[in-house]
């Protein structure tokens, strides 16, 4: 394998593995948000 492709390699890793994190952090942040809101519907509705 080349140089090249490894570091291409790499990079693809990386870049998945922070997607990931992104993504992860994005859905708990989501979710809390939408939490809170509904929190805050229902409370109204009552």
Not at 2 to 31: G, P, R
């Amino acid at each position: 394998m080349s140089d090249k492709k490894k570091d291409k390699d790499k990079k693809k890793k990386k870049k998945s593995v922070l997607e990931a994190e992104i993504l992860s952090f994005m859905q708990k942040s989501m979710k809390t948000a939408l939490d809170l809101a509904l929190d805050d519907l229902f409370k109204d509705w009552k």
